[in-house]
């Protein structure tokens, strides 16, 4: 089925530890992100990217790191797992930036 | 910046109860309006949008009007059920950018 794919869907990690999120989408949509939902705040965008070779930050960034080597895929990297980072995350995709997005089931991640 | 603002919850109605979830909103421009639900367990699906003032979103009996006067956009449903259970969250695009922006959600408990 068309859509948006997140692996793993649970994570445990160590402080200090690092690991990828993965997202992939076969919609050929050119606009994807990475929010981060935690209770209270909603979900928050941590980067975008608009298209192959292109990202860019959003309202929290630190931490994570990005790259969009194909229109398909955009994973999230944790280079050094904090316990604030303890959330569930969120890949979206749309095929342009008027357009709907598309959300993954999410990959719940504890930072212990 | 662009912000939006939501009712905090949990709410808890009774089935058939009406329903009313405040959102208001911040934002530069001409932005669109969106509201998400989140089953239990499940990502953000699209409830319903608008994409200019007046306009009307409406889907599975939920509606919402854009009030750009009032810079409002809130949720109503006239009759709710059990099956309406779920954390709803307002959220506006600005299509010069394209992001999403997120309220911070509210629960929704319809009990039998």
């Known amino acids: 089925n068309a859509g948006v794919t997140q692996t793993p869907k649970f994570q445990v990690l160590k402080t200090g530890q690092s690991m990828t999120l993965q997202c992939a989408q076969d919609m050929n949509h050119e606009y994807m992100s990475w929010y981060r939902q935690d209770p209270g705040m909603g979900l928050r965008l941590i980067h975008y990217s608009v298209g192959a070779g292109i990202t860019d930050q959003g309202e929290v960034p630190n931490g994570y790191n990005v790259s969009r080597s194909t229109t398909e895929d955009f994973p999230l990297r944790l280079l050094s797992a904090a316990p604030s980072q303890t959330s569930v995350y969120f890949c979206a995709s749309s095929y342009s930036i008027t357009r709907d997005y598309t959300f993954g089931s999410g990959t719940r991640l504890t930072v212990v | ?112």
């Not at chain 2, 919850?9 to 969106?34: D, H, K, M, Q, R």
């Not at chain 2, 009996?61 to 709803?88: M, N």
Request: glycine letters at 10%; proline letters at 4%.
């Open chain 2, 1 to 112: 910046g662009n912000s939006v603002t939501q009712m905090e919850g949990p709410v808890t109605l009774s089935e058939e109860a009406f329903l009313t979830i405040n959102c208001t909103y911040t934002a530069t421009g001409y932005p669109s309006l969106f509201w998400y639900v989140q089953y239990p367990g499940e990502g953000l699906q699209l409830l319903l949008k608008a994409t200019k003032a007046d306009d009307k979103g409406s889907n599975k009996g939920f509606e919402a009007t854009y009030r750009k006067e009032t810079t409002s956009f809130h949720l109503e449903k006239g009759s709710v059920q059990v099956s309406d259970s779920a954390v709803y969250f307002c959220a506006l695009k600005n299509n010069q950018g394209g992001k999403l922006i997120f309220g911070q959600g509210t629960e929704l408990s319809v009990k039998p």
